[in-house]
């Protein structure tokens, strides 16, 4: 994948560099819900304040009106679970 590509996936929220879950499912060619699955059964491995955390919907709602893109692409219009946003 082009070095491009993946920084313009990576967001500035809470003052962390993150990449969003479907973000890197799309990168590992895998579904949201493949990748979500393993880290939520085994979150004591993974501490969330140094792995990753789910976006509040005031964060989400915000970065989507900074991107024009997801209510064309119709992904992430009505959302059901708010993402995680994985940490460097």
Partial sequence: MELQII????????????MLDYDLAAMYQVETK???RPVRRNIERF????FM????????DS???NFSSLENSGRGQHVKYLPFAFTE
Avoid at 47 to 50: G, L, N
């Fill in 53 to 60: 955390f789910e976006l509040t919907k005031e964060e989400y």
């Fill in 7 to 18: 920084q313009n996936e990576i967001y500035e929220i809470r003052g962390m560099r993150v």
């Fill in 34 to 36: 493949n990748l979500k």
């Fill in 47 to 50: 501490p969330p304040e140094d």
């Fill in 63 to 65: 970065l989507r009106c």
